[in-house]
């Protein structure tokens, strides 16, 4: 059974809708250039929301201790994603704070896979995103998707997840043909950058759990 992180939450009913329609994981974004980026305050607000089955995912963009203390404190954190971060400071992150580790794994050509066994050992999951653009503000959230074959007969090194471009009309197919136990979906399921949608959250679900 595949299941599904909806990131970028930033609204007490659009978290409750991915709740609500069965996502086994939420995700908060702290990083200031994001649509997405979340005060601490709101992020203490919607993190009491979230029920214990729920992990709550705070997605970070190689993050200093100061940022990733009070997120961690705000948002009752229970795993850390985190772009751009080198094996070495993942780990240091890992030591620090205690907690899961994703490492996001910005992926364009089968030679960028090579990246995810640099996580060996310090990471918990890797999560497959599409790279976007040199000099690109962000480095996820933008809708990009790669080519999921690169992904045919690649030895993972660790657990992983697919993210980049997904949306409720292609993710079947996504889950079809990578296989992923786990998908990641940020812009697909809003209606502006930064604002997402109920529907396009239930439609993402229903058909991620069909
Ligand atoms: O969503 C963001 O704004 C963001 C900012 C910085 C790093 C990662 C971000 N989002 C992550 O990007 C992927 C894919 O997003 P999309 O579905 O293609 O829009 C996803 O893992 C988000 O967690």
Redesign the pocket.
């Known amino acids: 059974m595949t299941t599904a992180k909806i ?2 939450l930033s609204t007490a009913p659009t978290l409750d809708a991915a709740i609500r329609h069965g996502a086994s994981h939420v ?1 908060f ?1 702290f ?1 200031t250039p ?3 980026d979340l005060p601490f305050a709101k992020a203490a607000e919607l993190a009491a929301r979230v029920p214990t089955h729920v992990q709550r995912v705070g ?1 970070f ?1 190689n993050p200093d201790d100061a940022l990733l203390e009070q997120a961690v404190l705000a948002g009752s954190l229970d795993i850390l ?1 985190l ?1 751009k971060t080198a094996s070495e400071r993942a780990d240091a992150i890992r030591w620090r704070f205690g907690l899961p580790i994703w490492a ?1 794994v910005a992926v364009r050509t089968r030679a960028d896979l090579d990246a995810a066994a640099t996580y060996r050992g310090v990471a918990d999951r890797i ?1 497959y ?2 790279k976007t653009p040199d000099g690109a503000a ?8 790669f080519d999921w074959d690169l992904l045919a007969g690649f030895r993972h090194p660790l657990p992983w997840a697919l ?4 949306d409720p009309a292609n993710v079947a197919d996504a889950i079809r043909v990578t296989g992923a136990e786990l998908v ?5 399921v809003e209606s502006a950058p930064g604002i997402k949608d109920e529907t396009r959250i239930a439609a993402f679900l229903q058909a991620v759990n069909a």
């Open positions: 990131c970028g995700g974004v990083f994001s649509p997405r997605v963009v994603q772009h996001a999560l995103d599409a962000l480095p996820g959230g933008m809708g990009l998707r993210s980049g471009g997904l990641d979906v940020s812009s697909g």
